[in-house]
Every structure is written in C-alpha cells, then in structure tokens.
C-alpha cells in the first residue's frame, strides 16, 4: 500500500510539473511574441537614425582615391561614418570574435557575462570586468554614461535594450563600428582606417584588421604612436587575437608571416591637407546643399565625397604655378591662379587659387577661381561664334579696323594702330577691338549680354550699364565660369556645369543642365569654326623643351583695363585650361599683359602635362554635317570672280552664312592714252580692259596712312545705257519656272529637292546660288544645283556668275503632308 501511495504521489507530482512548466512556457512564449511585437512597431515608428546621432567628419578624396583631407568632426573627433557594407568582413568578424561573439543571439545584454564580471570585480576583488555587449558599449558612448557603478550598469543595460528593441542588429553593430574609440581623438572604424593605414575599412589586410579589433579595449594605452609604427602593446594584443583567429580560420596559417613584419601606422597630425581652395568650395558647397535639404530630408548624404580631382595633375599645376610667380616676382608678379577642367565629364582636375594658400601678404586662402575679374578680350570668341550662327559673318569675312564711333563709345585697339581690312580669323587672332565691336553691335537674339545671361554669367548689371564696353571686358567673369564658356566650344556648343564630386552633376546649373541636358549656346558649326580659328593662333614663345608643342592648342589671351588682369584661356587634348595673373586687391601693373605674362604660364602648363602624357592627343573630331567649305577672294572675303588674283578656302553654314560675291575686282574699260574710263562699244585697238581694287574711303585712308597706297580706280564714264555695268548676257533662271508653286514634304523632305539651273554667257565659269540672304551653294556652267528648302514660304532666289552679273525670281513653296 506504501508503494501504490508514492506511485500516486509522484503522479500527482509529475502531472502538476507539467501543468508548472506549460504555464511556463506559455508565458515566456507570449513574452517573446509581446516583446517581438513591440520590436516590431518600433522599428516602424519613425526614429533617428544612428549615423545622425553624433557628428561625422569628411573624408574627401580624389579621383583615384588618395586622401585630399580628412574633416574634423563638430566635436574635434575624427569619426567617419562608413555603412556596414563597406566595411571589410575580416574587421566585422574580428570585432565579434574579440568582443562579442554572442552578439547575433543577444537581447543587448548577456547575463553570463554579467554575473561573471560582477564576481571577479566585486568578490574576488580583481580588475573590474563589465561584461558589456557590443549593444551595452554602443549605449555608453551615445548617452555618455558612467557605468563603473552598479545604478550605472543598470541604465546600460536599460539602453541596450532600447536599442535593440528599436534597430536592427547590423545597424548597432554598424553604428558601434563608426562610434568606438581608436586612440586620442579617432573615433570609428572608417578615421582610424584612413588615419592609421591611408585607406578606406574596405581594404584592410588581416593584420591592419586585427589591430583594428583590438584598439578599443585599451585605446589610450595601443593607441600611442612614436615611430611611425605600432607600440608593442598594440602588437601583443593583435597577436593575441591572430592565435584566437587561427582556431576558426584554418587559412589563416598562409598569411602568417604577415605578422612578423614591422606595422607601419600614421599620426592623425601627418594627415594631408591636398588642393586647399579645391576642397574648401567643394566643402562649402555640400554644407550649402545639406541646409537646403533638411527641410526635405534628414539624410546628410555619403561622407566619403569621391571627387573629379586628379592628384597628380594638381601637383603638377602648383609645381608650375609656383615656379613662375618664383622667376617673375621681378616684375612684381606675385599671384596666379589657374584652372583644370576635363570637357569629356567635366570634372575639375586641377584648381590652383593662389600662388601660396598659406601666404596671408596675397591673400592666398582666396580662392581666385571663383573671384569675379575683367576678362579684357578673352571673350572674344564668342561674339564671332554668335555671329557665325546668325549670319553676320563667316571666317573669311573682311571686317574694318579703322577709327570708328558707335554712338558716344569710340573703342581703340591695344597697340593704338588701325590695321584696315581684316578677316574675322585674324581679327580674333590678334585680337583687334574695333572689328569684335562692330560685329557685336550687328547681333540680335541673343545679344552679346544676352548670351552671357544664359551662359549662367552671374551678378550682371542691366544691359545698359555696359553698352559695348562689355565686348572688350567691360563685364566681369569668374574664372570658373570662362572655364565652362571654353569647354561648351569643345563640347559642339553645349553649356555643361561644372562637376567636383565623381558622377554627380554641377556646381552650379540651369534648369537645362540640372537634368543633365546641357544648354545649347552656340551650334556645332559655330563652335568648330571658333576653335578652327584659335588653332591658328601661333604660340608666344617655345616651348621648355626648344621646339614648338605638336598638340594643337585652340587659345585666347585677355588683358583687363588699367593692367589688373592678365588672362590666358584654351582648350587642348580633352582638357580647358584657364590661367590668370593679378592682384586680388585690384591694384595695377604694367606687366599684367595676357599675350606677355598669362600666355607664357598657360604653354608651360600645357608642355608639362604634355611630357606627362606622351599620348596625350586632340579628342577625335568630326566636322558638323552642316558644315562646308566655299572658295572665296581672300581679299574681301567673298566669292570670287575670274578677276580675283589671291583665292583661297573658308568655311560657310548653307542657309545662314551671308556669302556674297566680290566687288572689290572690278574690270574697268578705260582708253589705253588717257586711261579714263570708256564708254562701249569698245575698241581693242585704242582700249583695254584692267582691273582695279574697289576699296572704300575710310580703307583708302588706312592704306595711305600705312604707306600701302592702291591705286585709284578711274571715274565711272557716262555712259547711255540700262542693264548691267559688266559687259555681257547676264544669267537666265530657266530652273525654277517663274510663277510655280512647289511643294514640301513634311514626311520626307529630301524628295522635295528643286533644281536650280541657268543659261550663261560664254565667258561664265561658275554660277552662285542665293536664297534670300542665305548662300546655297555653287554650281558649274550646265549643271544644275539641287536645294531643298528648310520650311514652306515664299523665297526669292538669285543666280550670280563670277562676272558678277545676275538674275533673280521668286517662288513659292507650300507644304504637304
């Protein structure tokens, strides 16, 4: 009976442990749902996110990755937030192996650990042990708590479980990863990275990663550094950790020789200080661009800022810049700036701002690129570019350089002289004032100003505060801006912004180019005949080697009024180079001429990076579709007639270049005693046919003046007779019929091609063809010239042979679908 009363005793008992440990586990069960639950909706309740909780620094790097700077943060700590993702695995296991390897399966804390440290600190009285997480450690260094007591422990481990109840495990272990202590004022896996070992946490090798791992422990003692290379104490724990790392990792026997090599470490005072007004801008910018966006947006964005710089070249700019300033202080140079742009992307490579960022007698932490200067005649080539597109002139054309008034503003030319007929490409070459002026008192839509507005040009007064003056650097530019100016020439016409950070688009942008379009400010033609005509520009001096470069250079000079401002600006290779030399107090000197000082600095920087580059070519170029060639009388700049003696080639836009014929020859019959002009029928026995140069006055005065004196054409005879002045039948449209309509097909113009076509006189050898202002084209005695109109209307058409007669009708052109 004894037995049976235990047997039900002990079923009795079994049945209530069952029942104890049910209700047990239903209850830690509906806790773990509780408390997964409450992790749930508070992880989608909106929170700060960690990187935000303290200040970051800013690492700043060129295109290749070297280190330019490396920021403090708000609070003088070096601390780089770096995401988890670009963080070597072999540091991320190395920090668990070291100091939390639980860490995946924890709630923030761990009991064990716990008790274990209280016993060994507070019983067996030895070194205090916390026995923190990696989620414990996390909370003392965000709230900056005191956990040496045991209220202290408590609110750590409080926090922890905040944390963990409202971010995910990998970012604690990424925020614990940017936040911990690395020695002295580096704090955070990405500084101690770039500071000790000049590269990103992404390419640690195993050892740079184990000493890493355990600088946190005992950051005031391993972290010391004295010889440029880890203190033993350092080196002992990391080898400490390697003997641990070895029993998880069996590979880790092939690279442990690794070990026994010196460990080379940088002090955060050896940081480098790389292209200072380069950084500075890009720094201010991005602080700029972060205000603006925490309306919208509580992201601070990427702080590893990949730039477009190029180590390398700047170095090589501030060698040249430097030595320059070195050799001609004499002449009281003592400042430059010049500026490197890629026109392929558009990244700044290169931007000097001063002679010597750290001499305050220049001013030197300004930087010059931004500051706003007269550019004098750099930009000249841009009037004549909008005068290609708008049919002022083409580069043959033949302007006037003689005294002129336009209104009230009578300009001068530098050298003081009047040069007479000059053709656009030499008028821009050597730069003459009066010619660039009367072409930009000729355009229209845009104006010279309005092209500058749209160019993204900033502070412009009104238009009316410069008149003309603007043309010859009445205005005021930035270097910066010249730069993007030269690069939309190189870019067929296409205004781009400038870039500083790898594939992000503009330092400062139009609604056009924000969206990566680009503005369009001159056509492709124009640009090409621009940078056609600044090749031929012939460099000043040669080149430091004895022989002239063979690397086409498209260049300008600009010399500001009163000698401020000495300017050189071009475009060679796929690079833009702008170069100036002045005071930024604005004050005077006489050397300060572009073509004497500017220039001599812009061809050594271009021979420098020449001999840097043996390969370094013109960009492959293809001429605009739109684009031809005429023959012209060099002369006038016109077609030529059988009575020009100099021909020669130029380039034209069909259908916007105003290209007419010559009237400079003129054949003349005069009486072969008195050579006065004769009337016809002529006789060849008592008079002979010449030809004399039709030069108006104000050039006539310009020759005499320069010793060139023409001949004087003789006084036009009265004569009674209507038709043409030239002797002979003059052309007969017979193509198009007079009175027809033709039509144009929306659909497919090209089928829509017209024959133009014309009976001659014998003596004809070529017959040019118009429509309206715009030259068509040229065609052969006999064979007809094809012409498709751009748009329906109606066009008057003229055909002119090269005796300079001609005939003219009008059509009519109708579309259809």
């Known amino acids: 009976m004894a037995g ?12 209530s442990t069952r029942r104890w440990l049910m209700a047990v586990a239903v209850i830690v069960l509906l806790a773990m749902l509780a408390v997964m639950g409450l992790r749930q909706w508070l992880h989608s309740r909106p929170h700060l996110p960690l990187a935000e909780w303290l200040p970051s620094s800013t690492a700043v790097l060129d295109d290749r990755g070297h280190l330019l700077r490396l920021t403090l943060a708000a609070d003088e700590q070096y601390r780089l937030w770096t995401p988890l993702n670009d963080i070597s695995p ?29 016993f060994k600190t507070y019983v067996l009285r030895r070194h205090p042990q916390g026995g923190s997480t990696i989620t414990m450690q996390l909370a003392r260094l965000l709230w900056r708590m005191d956990t040496r007591s045991p209220a202290g422990k408590l609110e750590q481990i409080a926090r922890a479980v905040q944390l963990e109840l409202t971010y995910s495990k990998d970012e604690i272990l990424e925020a614990y990863l940017n936040d911990a202590p690395f020695g002295g004022n580096i704090q955070g896996v990405g500084a101690a990275s770039l500071v000790y070992f000049n590269h990103p946490p992404s390419d640690l090798s195993l050892p740079e990663a184990l000493t890493l791992a ?14 440029d290379r880890a203190n033993p104490f350092l080196i002992a724990a990391r080898n400490r950790l390697f003997q641990r790392w070895r029993l998880h990792h069996s590979a880790a026997q092939s690279v442990a020789t690794l070990f026994d090599l010196p460990l080379l470490m940088r002090r955060s005072s050896q940081l480098p200080f790389n292209a200072p007004w380069f950084v500075d801008q890009l720094l201010a910018e991005r602080t700029v661009a972060a205000a603006l966006r925490r309306n919208g947006s509580s992201s601070m964005g990427n702080y590893w800022l990949h730039s477009t710089l190029d180590l390398r070249l700047q170095r090589m700019l501030e060698r040249q810049v430097t030595a320059y300033v070195r050799q001609n202080r004499q002449q009281g140079i003592n400042n430059a700036a010049a500026l490197l742009v890629d026109t392929r992307d558009m990244g700044i490579k290169a931007m000097i701002g001063s002679a010597d960022y750290f001499d305050t007698a220049i001013d030197g932490q300004v930087n010059g690129t931004n500051a706003k200067r007269s550019p004098g005649s750099a930009l000249k080539p841009f009037i004549y570019g909008l005068a290609f597109d708008q049919g002022v002139a083409i580069p043959a054309t033949v302007l ?24 656009v490409t030499q008028a821009l070459i050597r730069s003459r004032n009066i010619p660039a002026v009367d072409v930009a008192a000729q355009l229209s839509h845009p104006s010279f100003y309005g092209f500058l507005r749209t160019a993204g040009v900033s502070d412009m007064a009104p238009e009316a505060h410069y008149g003309l003056a603007l043309v010859l650097g009445g205005g005021e530019v930035t270097m910066q801006e010249m730069a993007r100016l030269y690069a939309m020439l190189a870019n067929q016409g296409v205004l781009q912004p400038l870039d500083m950070l790898a594939g992000a688009k503009g330092i400062e ?48 000079t600009g010399t500001s009024s009163g000698f401020r401002d000495a300017w050189s600006a071009g475009v060679f290779g796929p690079y833009v180079l702008i170069v100036w030399l002045g005071n930024f107090d604005g004050s005077a000197n006489p050397a300060l001429v572009g073509g004497d000082t ?17 390969g370094l070519g013109p960009l492959p170029q293809t001429i605009p579709a739109r684009l031809r060639q ?11 007639t059988v009575w020009c003696p100099r021909r020669g080639k130029s380039w034209f836009i069909p259908g916007v270049s105003p290209i007419k014929v010559d009237t400079v020859y003129r054949p003349v019959w005069v009486d072969k005693t008195t050579q006065k002009a004769v009337c016809p029928p002529f ?100 064979q007809p010239l094809f012409w498709t109109p751009d748009q329906p209307g109606t066009y008057t058409l003229r055909a002119v042979d090269d005796h300079g007669r001609a005939d003219s009708r009008e059509i009519r052109v109708a579309a259809v679908p």
């Open 4 to 15: 049976n009363g235990r047997s039900s005793f002990l079923n009795v008992a079994l049945k």
């Open 90 to 118: 072999l540091l991320v296991q190395a920090i668990l192996l070291h100091e939390d390897r639980h860490f995946y399966l924890e709630p923030g804390f761990n009991p064990f650990s716990l008790l274990r440290g209280a």
């Open 214 to 227: 355990v600088l946190p422990q005992n950051p005031s003692l391993r972290g010391k550094i004295d010889t």
């Open 400 to 423: 006037r350089d003689v005294p002129t008034s336009f209104g009230p503003y009578s300009p001068e030319n530098f050298d003081g002289r009047f040069e007479g007929p000059i053709t």
């Open 509 to 556: 942008q139009t609604p056009d180019s924000a969206k990566g379009q680009g503005t369009r400010l001159l056509s492709a033609s124009a640009s090409y005949m621009v940078l056609d005509i600044l090749r031929q520009n012939p460099p000043p001096l040669l080149s430091p080697t004895g022989q002239p470069s063979r690397l086409p250079v498209a260049w300008k």
């Open 598 to 614: 500017a220039a001599p600095l812009f061809f050594n920087i271009v021979e420098a990076l020449k001999a840097a580059n043996p």
């Open 630 to 640: 005429v023959d012209v009388c060099l002369s006038s700049g016109a077609l030529p």
């Open 683 to 782: 006789d060849s026995t008592r008079n002979e046919r010449k030809v004399f140069e039709f030069w108006p006055s104000d050039l006539q005065q310009v020759f005499a003046a320069a010793g060139l004196a023409r001949a004087k054409p003789p006084q036009a005879a009265s004569c009674q007779f209507n038709g043409n002045p030239v002797a002979g039948m003059v052309p007969k449209i017979t193509s198009p019929l007079m009175g027809s309509v033709y039509t144009l097909q929306l659909s497919d113009p090209t089928q829509s091609r017209i024959a133009l076509t014309a009976d001659t006189d014998a003596d004809v050898r070529a017959i040019y063809w118009f429509a309206d202002r715009s030259y068509l084209g040229q065609s052969e005695v006999g």
